[in-house]
């Protein structure tokens, strides 16, 4: 690393900028790395951020532990993030056709590559299961001795390749506010999507992290009569009861999931739920969650995101006879994304400030993934020393 003195001396001519960054290996090893790189060679139709906050979420976790089959490392992580536009090269619209300018306060759909000429793409339409796209923070391999390679959000500044599908945030949503719904937001919009709620269906949400947390303020925006959560640490829920959840069940207070089944039926008027969504990461939910549904009811899985294992069900009883429909739910498109950046906007007045626990440093990554892996906290984010 060169020294204080020496960057500064470097940085002078107006296309080097002093980047640093956070590194992570496939061995797990995470380190933080300062390059000066050149603004010049960015592509035409790219754009650099200036990176406000870069999220810290469970996938962070995963990859952490090589726990995603898909990963090239190293990586840097932080696949939402939200920033001030820094260099434009050439002329690049958002969805809307608005000018993207130096300045603006943007975020950007993570998935980049989507390739639109495959039968995923063009015939079975199901664009998040493409096998071009990669994922930036995720699958796109780093370089931090490039500014093309600044592939991840946590980094003072993020690099943008060609046909990067970014979002301006309204003025009135405050980018603080923005990231509390972060990766959670288009995750949990595609879940919801795919329950088809309906005015006044009761819905159990499984799981209390940061996904969960919007499936259920969605569900509510969907029209539901209620809205149960089941999950835990109690810290998490009681974020949800700041949030107008008051029917929470703590699996740590009730052990046995028919005692659970038993409470949740109470607090639904002695009913079944007719839609129950997944977040949880933990295969045994699954079972718990088809038992929760009504006759004919829908249950969408969309916590499962690595491979935690696997769980017995009876098909008999849970799915033959409980004519119930099962859905999956991968990934986000820009669709989810784009009307989740609305949602925040709309209840930018909820208090989401309860849900960022903690911002750290860029130097402190690993103390920020060891937070989120021990669940002590709702959502941390990173924040770059630079843009304090
Ligand atoms: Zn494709
Ligand atoms: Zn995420």
Redesign the pocket.
């Known amino acids: 690393m060169t020294t204080e003195c020496g960057m500064s001396a470097q940085i002078a001519d107006d296309t080097s900028i002093l980047n640093q960054c956070v590194v992570l290996e496939k061995d797990g090893h995470v380190h933080v790395e300062e390059n000066i790189l050149n603004v010049n060679e960015m592509e035409m139709g790219s754009v650099l951020l200036s990176i406000m906050f870069g ?1 810290v ?4 976790v995963h990859l952490r532990h090589g726990r995603l089959n898909t990963v090239v490392y190293p990586i840097i992580p932080g ?2 993030a939200v920033g001030t536009v820094h260099t434009v090269r050439g002329d690049i619209a958002d969805v809307d056709g608005m000018k993207v300018e130096a300045g603006d306060v943007v975020t950007f759909l ?1 998935v980049i590559d989507t390739c639109n000429s495959c039968i995923q793409c063009l015939v079975d339409k199901q664009t998040t299961r493409c096998s071009k796209r990669r994922v930036i ?2 699958t796109c391999k780093a370089d931090h001795t490039s500014i093309r390679g600044l592939l991840g959000g946590w980094t003072t500044y993020l690099y943008l390749p060609p046909n990067t599908k970014i979002i301006r945030l309204p003025r009135t949503l405050p980018p603080q506010v923005f990231i509390a719904g ?3 937001l288009p ?1 949990a919009l595609h879940a919801v999507d795919r329950a088809n709620i309906h005015i006044m269906d009761r819905v159990i949400i499984q799981g209390s992290g ?1 996904v969960g947390l919007l499936a259920a303020l969605l569900a509510q925006a969907s029209g539901a009569l209620q809205v149960v959560v089941i999950g835990a640490p109690a810290h998490r829920l009681e974020v949800f009861k700041k949030f107008g959840f008051e029917h929470t069940i703590n699996i740590l207070d009730i052990s046995d999931p028919v005692e659970r089944r038993k409470l949740a039926m109470k607090m639904m008027g002695d009913k079944l739920a007719d839609v129950v969504i997944e977040a949880t990461g933990r295969p045994e939910a699954v079972s718990e969650g088809m038992e929760l549904c009504r006759d004919g009811g829908t249950y969408v899985v969309v916590g499962q ?1 690595t491979d935690n294992g696997s769980v017995s069900i009876n098909p008999h009883f849970l799915i033959n006879r409980k004519h119930i429909t099962i859905k999956g739910s991968w990934g986000s498109d820009f669709s989810h994304f784009y009307r989740g950046v609305q949602f925040m906007d709309k209840n930018s007045h909820l208090p989401w400030d309860l849900v960022v626990s903690k911002c750290f440093d860029l130097e402190d990554a690993e103390q920020a993934i060891a937070c989120v892996e021990r669940l002590e906290v709702f959502k941390v984010l990173l924040r770059p020393t630079k843009n304090k």
């Not at 979420?57 to 962070?60: A, K, L, N, S, Y």
């Open positions: 999220e979420c469970g996938t962070d696949h939402v993570d923070g995720i972060g990766c959670g995750t940061p995101y």
